[in-house]
């Protein structure tokens, strides 16, 4: 039985900002976005893109006015009670959905509704109810799209087998099993389905924000939640509940087979060769990869490939270009796996994850102004999520870089928060995209992703 969820609603538009994600389309930094088909089969979803041309939204968005028009749409094969703040489905045909986060204020002018008591910050609005209960058939393939409409806070949705209370940083308890995410069972989580990348914040003067979809097959639970999973969120009541009929009550073991079924996500089209390396993990040689990643060992081996027309310098951890057409790549990894796969060491105000870049960690970047840098970010950490953009802002950086940010004065380009690498699986996720150097004395690169940039992931662009 295939169930494909589409979860709606609708913001008024408001503040100025940028927004990374994945979805239906792919994501390369550039105008160029991908149209979707969905087909049916008698196991799952399969789906397919092609690329077409799109005039003023980058590749992977969607525009305000087709988010107002997806609000309004009908949600088809569902039921939906307002007095019970709930949405079942019950038929086995497709179904087109999809989930807006987004402020409880923009919420409530959207729907007319009010938010659970429990939500004390952003929530989800579906089927034009917020944090609705979802009543969801056991065994459906549920296709869930999810939109950021908030313009001031990174958002994702995850199916959790845990309710709340929720941890405050769940990402910190992940750990991988297959395509799907289970959590360490210290955390006191059983598991998450699916584990998306998380969407940064809409941009408004832009008129547009990312979307991602994924695909999971709903298990023999009592109970499900559907939450998100950025710091503080899902404690802070950005969840909603997800009851299943067929199944058995009070069943809290994760089923093994509650993994990705199919996934439609972001995805960046940078020049990869797969090729074999050392690895620090156990990974696996399977060939499949989902959307928007590349195998460990391909990663591995482009960490260690040098830059393109660059100068690198070991003695003073630093890269040279003068082209003004630049291609750089970095990655997000744990310190210890930086040091193993380079030989060098991190800089002393590294306390935890670094960059690699060029075969050095967190160097000192030397382009010029003007020039195009083209940006694929990797990310090697087996255990948390990670971004890489472009700032004006200098050190020392606060816990929570993204608070109070406006898109357009402090970063170049802000791209959606990448999903921890699966080792197990031997996959990384990866994004690219493109900016132009001003002509400013000093940038710096860094990681937004809370505590990250404050604990030293970050290093220095001096323009020439």
């Given at each position: 039985m295939i169930i494909v969820i589409i979860a709606v609603a609708a913001v008024a538009a408001y503040g100025a900002y940028d927004l990374g994600g994945g979805g239906t389309k792919t994501v390369t930094g550039s105008n160029t976005q991908s149209s979707a088909t969905t087909t049916s089969t008698g196991s799952g979803t399969t789906t397919s893109s092609s690329s077409t041309a799109a005039t003023g939204l980058p590749s992977g968005a969607i525009s305000i006015s087709d988010a107002m028009a997806l609000m309004q749409a009908?949600?088809?094969?569902?039921?939906?009670?307002?007095?019970?703040?709930?949405?079942?489905?019950?038929?086995?045909?497709?179904?087109?959905?999809?989930?807006?986060?987004?402020?409880?204020?923009?919420?409530?002018?959207?729907?007319?509704?009010?938010?659970?008591?429990?939500?004390?910050?952003?929530?989800?609005?579906?089927?034009?109810?917020?944090?609705?209960?979802?009543?969801?058939?056991?065994?459906?393939?549920?296709?869930?799209?999810?939109?950021?409409?908030?313009?001031?806070?990174?958002n994702d949705l995850v199916v959790s087998t845990v309710g709340p209370p929720f941890a405050s940083n769940m990402s910190q308890y992940m750990t991988w099993s297959g395509y799907g995410m289970g959590m360490m069972a210290s955390s006191g989580f059983q598991g998450l389905l699916y584990m998306m990348s998380?969407?940064?914040?809409?941009?408004?003067?832009?008129?547009?924000?990312?979307?991602?979809?994924?695909?999971?097959?709903?298990?023999?639970?009592?109970?499900?939640?559907?939450?998100?999973?950025?710091?503080?969120?899902?404690?802070?009541?950005?969840?909603?509940?997800?009851?299943?009929?067929?199944?058995?009550?009070?069943?809290?073991?994760?089923?093994?087979?509650?993994?990705?079924?199919?996934?439609?996500?972001?995805?960046?089209?940078?020049?990869?060769?797969?090729?074999?390396?050392?690895?620090?993990?156990?990974?696996?040689?399977?060939?499949?990869?989902?959307?928007?990643?590349?195998?460990?060992?391909?990663?591995?081996?482009?960490?260690?490939t040098p830059p393109v027309g660059a100068t690198v310098s070991k003695s003073t951890d630093s890269i040279t270009w003068t082209s003004l057409n630049i291609n750089i790549t970095?990655?997000?990894?744990?310190?210890?796996?930086?040091?193993?796969?380079?030989?060098?060491?991190?800089?002393?105000?590294?306390?935890?994850?670094?960059?690699?870049?060029?075969?050095?960690i967190d160097p000192t970047l030397y382009i010029p102004k003007g020039a195009t840098v083209h940006m694929t970010?990797?990310?090697?950490?087996?255990?948390?999520?990670?971004?890489?953009?472009?700032?004006?802002?200098?050190?020392?950086?606060?816990?929570?870089?993204?608070?109070?940010?406006?898109?357009?004065?402090?970063?170049?380009?802000?791209?959606?928060?990448?999903?921890?690498?699966?080792?197990?699986?031997?996959?990384?996720p990866y994004y690219s995209y493109t900016v132009t150097i001003p002509s400013a004395t000093n940038l710096w690169y860094l990681c937004t992703y809370p505590g990250h940039a404050e604990s030293g992931m970050y290093g220095a662009i001096i323009t020439t």
């Open positions: 009908p949600l088809a094969g569902a039921s939906v009670s307002q007095s019970s703040n709930s949405i079942t489905f019950t038929s086995s045909s497709s179904i087109s959905i999809a989930a807006f986060a987004m402020t409880q204020e923009n919420a409530t002018r959207s729907t007319g509704m009010h938010p659970p008591s429990y939500a004390q910050g952003d929530v989800f609005v579906i089927g034009g109810l917020i944090d609705p209960t979802l009543y969801v058939p056991t065994g459906s393939d549920v296709t869930f799209t999810i939109v950021n409409m908030d313009n001031a806070m990174y998380v969407l940064s914040p809409a941009n408004y003067a832009g008129g547009w924000m990312f979307t991602y979809s994924y695909t999971v097959t709903i298990p023999s639970y009592a109970n499900l939640w559907y939450v998100c999973t950025y710091p503080g969120h899902g404690m802070g009541g950005m969840w909603g509940e997800i009851v299943t009929s067929g199944s058995t009550t009070g069943t809290t073991t994760p089923s093994t087979s509650a993994t990705k079924t199919t996934v439609s996500s972001t995805s960046a089209t940078s020049s990869v060769t797969s090729s074999t390396s050392s690895s620090t993990h156990t990974t696996s040689t399977s060939t499949s990869l989902p959307p928007g990643t590349m195998s460990i060992s391909a990663a591995q081996t482009l960490l260690k970095a990655f997000a990894i744990m310190p210890d796996n930086a040091t193993n796969l380079t030989g060098m060491q991190p800089p002393s105000y590294a306390k935890d994850d670094v960059f690699v870049i060029g075969g050095l970010v990797v990310n090697l950490d087996d255990d948390m999520y990670h971004d890489f953009v472009v700032t004006t802002l200098s050190p020392p950086y606060p816990y929570m870089m993204m608070q109070g940010m406006m898109w357009g004065g402090d970063f170049l380009y802000m791209m959606p928060v990448l999903s921890p690498a699966n080792y197990a699986a031997g996959w990384a």
